[in-house]
């Protein structure tokens, strides 16, 4: 029993710390690679003062691990003080049956978290992101954003743990292989539900009007040999200053969306480059090869929940019923616990596909706009624009960044039109 905690605690805690020693390791690195790169900042970042920059990094990455160990410490005083069986002997004794028990128990969680994460998102919305000028939300729109947030979330944990029960009651031996289809169909949905219903709940969608812009992304389109009917600029800025664009649904519901902040902050050349790096990822199928490795990455978690889940220790260490009556949302919620470091541990494998569609976005944007300039000079203006470490370590690089490093996207876009001139020259030499 002692060899399987130290086991949960060394997952726990001992994953948490390398973590956090990553994120030590890449600010300083950070600090150390401004100061030696200054000319190429000169060159290509508008940043006036890069101590800003280091500070907003060192700030962002002291609220994250603040939260996140005070979050850790929540959890294991939760289970290792008795506080965890507790509530679900509470639980248990509503007599809602195993379904709608597990629903109850999961949405309990969702509220329990929420209100957990309050003073840090207070923080680092009206601290540090007011500190370094990026926040525009004000206290009220705070407020609304979190209860119609938390009514979301109850309403997608109602539904998800509902469907997972109901697989775990019909499918007993197999109820891994139906929880994992409820979630890829769940994701298939999301795609189409996301834009058209929960985003707007949050910020205002307006279309792409007749005009410069109008013209610029019609123009991009054409280029790019897209067909997409539905442009929209999201009001960004009633939250933050950060700047960015994304691309999201499928079939006739696909839709380019674009923050009001990158349209203000670049000009019409660097939005287009933009625009077809986002057109990319839809172009060349990147999507559905995402979509199809995140799928198959859930469904081998989804099976070692399985075996989790259906073994008696994890129950056993946090004194709750095991055999028969074994609480199997319980089960469930430990496997997440146990799970969850893993999957970060072994995030470099999905991040090393999305590193190589972000390469292939970029080539794709280059050859639309015919120069690779305004790909570089949008790039090192969201850089600049976000704060954003354009220098992290390695090693942190490799477990975080699902896209590449700014610099490095800037460098691979350079050589390649060094490459590309230098064969067009030597082809009208022969």
Not at 132 to 147: A, G, I, K, M, S
Not at 148 to 165: C, E, K, Q, W, Y
Not at 265 to 293: N, P, T, Y
Not at 381 to 397: G, I, K, Q, V
């Amino acid at each position: 029993m002692i060899e399987r905690h130290a086991l949960v605690l060394l997952l726990l805690v001992g994953s948490e710390a390398f973590f956090t020693w990553l994120a030590v390791l890449n600010v300083r690195h950070g600090a150390r690679a401004v100061e030696r790169e200054t000319e190429w900042f000169d060159e290509q970042l508008d940043v006036d003062d890069t101590d800003e920059l280091l500070d907003y990094q060192r700030a962002t990455t002291g609220a994250a691990q603040l939260e996140t160990w005070v979050g850790l410490a929540l959890i294991l005083l939760v289970l290792y003080s008795g506080l965890f069986a507790d509530a679900v002997s509470a639980v248990e004794s509503l007599g809602l049956g195993t379904a709608a028990t597990g629903v109850v128990f999961f949405l309990g969680v969702v509220v329990a978290l929420q209100l957990s994460s309050i003073p840090f998102d207070l923080f680092d919305t009206f601290v540090v992101e007011e500190i370094f000028e990026f926040n525009e939300q004000t206290p009220r729109l705070w407020l609304r954003d979190l209860v119609v947030g938390l009514a979301v979330s109850l309403v997608f944990a109602g539904v998800l743990a509902g469907g997972v029960m109901l697989a775990v009651v019909s499918f007993p031996d197999l109820w891994w292989v139906a929880a994992w289809g409820l979630y890829v169909a769940f994701s298939l949905v999301m795609l189409v539900v996301y834009p058209r219903v929960i985003a707007p709940l949050f910020n205002d969608f307006d279309p792409v009007e007749e005009g410069d812009l109008y013209d610029a992304v019609t123009d991009v389109f054409d280029r790019a040999g897209f067909s997409c009917s539905q442009i929209y600029v999201m009001d960004a800025s009633r939250r933050s200053s950060h700047s960015n664009a994304y691309f999201i649904g499928f079939g006739s519901t696909k839709r380019v969306v674009l923050f009001d902040t990158l349209v203000d902050q670049m000009d019409l050349e660097e939005v287009q480059s933009v625009l077809a790096h986002e057109l990319a990822h839809w172009k060349r199928g990147h999507i559905w090869k995402q979509f199809g490795a995140s799928a198959l990455r859930m469904g081998a978690f989804f099976f070692l929940a399985g075996l989790l889940v259906d073994g008696p220790w994890l129950y056993d260490l946090f004194g709750l019923a095991t055999g028969a009556d074994k609480p199997i949302y319980a089960g469930l919620f430990l496997a997440g616990l146990v799970l969850y470091p893993l999957s970060r541990l072994t995030g470099p494998l999905s991040n090393r596909l999305s590193l190589a569609h972000e390469r292939e976005a970029d080539d794709f944007a280059v050859d639309v706009m015919g120069d690779g300039e305004p790909m570089v000079s949008a790039l090192g203006r969201l850089a600049s624009e976000n704060l954003s470490n354009p220098f992290p370590h390695p090693l942190y690089e490799t477990f975080h960044y699902d896209h590449p490093p700014i610099p490095d996207r800037i460098r691979r876009i350079r050589r390649g039109e060094e490459e590309s001139t230098g064969d067009t020259a030597g082809a009208a030499a022969d």
